[in-house]
């Protein structure tokens, strides 16, 4: 073959590459969720679905695929055809879980896709009205003339919520048991119950209950408070200076897309972010839509993994 031939093979296999990816999907999209239905997770990943699934004209089809810190769903799409027709709605858990799981069936910098954050938000540390702390202090009181006594549930180890718990362990010194659940809606049920004293909520889950009585909202965990819940101080504001954490929700696809199909993923999830009805609906559930490029979420990946090994290094958390 000469050069020529060479050049228009080329010319041939590029267009083909991005033709296919422009008209993605021409059938319908497996999202698979990472945690259980009711979860920060679920409920931004299927609003994003419904959206995409308008979008496309094809349907997108919601799977809840949990355990293990959300890496069950991740090793599904794994091992998946990087075709685009198979894609992971995960939360910051899927950043943590390199400094949790020793034997993660997946290397989470190698083995995915990175394709767009869909939102995040603050947590909310939220109790059942029978225990009768009105303020973080309260809590922090308790939990330090009670050392190793209080449960505190989390939606599994290696959850975003997991996560928000040690950082607050770290940066007050407190000893509570972590009582790891199968998802948010049963955290948020025995914590609303009393069998367990605490919960950090993603504020989407958090919010009808608060507003409807059967928790209360003690602090949030983003630096500055939310306009949902206007009367509710920061931890920071509270006394420990400088506290922030947020959960947020991210798009991948396994290893291997093309880079035309990555990048028309991600600029359809923009857009659909972006849209007036998404991005109020996203809005008044407490969580801001994500925008970010490939390359920009890729880097915030990368530094995400570091800083959640650096904090659990530092509470002591060895990879089990």
């Excluded at 299927?46 to 995409?52: F, I, T």
């Excluded at 950090?200 to 009808?208: D, G, T, Y």
Aim: proline share 7%; net charge neutral; charged share 15%.
């Amino acid at each position: 073959m000469n050069i020529y031939r060479l050049l228009a093979a080329c010319a041939a296999a590029l267009f083909a590459s991005v033709a296919g990816a422009q008209a993605f999907p021409t059938k319908p999209v497996r999202l698979i969720i990472a945690f259980t239905p009711g979860s920060s997770t679920d409920i931004i990943g299927r609003a994003v679905a419904a959206k995409l699934q308008e979008m496309w004209g094809q349907p997108v089809v919601a799977e809840n695929r949990v355990g293990a810190g959300g890496s069950i769903g991740s090793a599904v799409v794994v091992k998946s055809p990087p075709d685009g027709y198979t894609l992971l709605a995960n939360s910051s858990a899927h950043v943590a879980n390199p400094g949790i799981y020793a034997n993660l069936p997946y290397d989470t910098l190698k083995d995915f896709t990175n394709l767009a954050p869909l939102g995040g938000g603050p947590n909310v540390l939220m109790v059942g009205q029978g225990v009768g702390w009105k303020t973080l202090a309260d809590f922090l009181a308790a939990a330090k003339a009670n050392p190793g006594k209080l449960d505190f549930s989390s939606a599994g180890i290696g959850s975003g919520t997991h996560f928000n718990l040690e950082k607050l362990k770290l940066a007050t010194g407190i000893d509570v048991a972590h009582v790891p659940y199968k998802g948010t809606p049963e955290a948020i049920a025995d914590t609303i119950g009393g069998r367990v004293c605490c919960y950090f909520a993603p504020l989407n889950a958090a919010l009808p209950h608060v507003k409807g009585g059967r928790a209360v909202a003690l602090a949030v965990s983003s630096s500055k408070r939310s306009s949902l819940l206007p009367d509710v101080p920061t931890i920071a504001e509270q006394g420990v200076p400088e506290f922030d954490y947020t959960l947020w929700v991210g798009l991948w696809g396994p290893a291997g897309m093309s880079a035309e199909l990555a990048n028309k993923i991600n600029r359809d999830v923009n857009a659909a972010l972006a849209s007036t009805d998404l991005r109020d609906r996203l809005t008044n559930l407490g969580t801001l839509p994500g925008n970010m490029t490939i390359a920009e979420f890729t880097e915030y990946v990368r530094k995400e993994v570091e800083d959640t090994q650096r904090v659990l290094k530092a509470a002591g958390i060895k990879p089990q």
